[in-house]
Nanobody
């Protein structure tokens, strides 16, 4: 059974930082593309960032480029998201998602394995 378990969310003031992690099991993690996807209150899903299998090429939504950094540790089956300069509009539930290679990496609806999410709230 594939499991993706996110952690690291919380309440942070504007301008602050958080580091999200996703622990994966039940799949050959290194062979999967993985992404972070978020859902703000009352809004739809928004793809945030992805990192490919193999070469580990990274991709970012324009809204987070320069502020967020995605990384993966294939030896530990872990995905991370370092979030800096957080703003209130970053408030959302953040999900870790995984998919097999061969489909567009930046389209959240291509992902077939999802975690339960971790809440990030940016507020003063």
């Amino acid at each position: 059974e594939v499991q993706l378990v996110e952690s690291g969310g919380g309440l942070v003031q504007p301008g602050g930082s958080l580091r999200l992690s996703c622990a994966a099991s039940g799949l050959t993690f290194s062979s999967y593309d993985v992404s972070w996807v978020r859902q703000a209150p009352g809004k739809g899903l928004e793809w945030v960032s992805a990192i490919s299998s193999g070469a580990g090429r990274t991709y970012y939504a324009d809204s987070v480029k320069g502020r967020f950094t995605i990384s993966r540790d294939n030896a530990k089956n872990t995905l991370n998201l370092q979030m800096n300069s957080l703003q209130p509009e970053d408030t959302a539930m953040y999900y870790c998602a995984a998919k097999a290679v061969g489909t567009p990496i930046t389209k959240w609806d291509e992902y077939n394995y999802w975690g339960q999410g971790t809440q990030v709230t940016v507020s003063s």
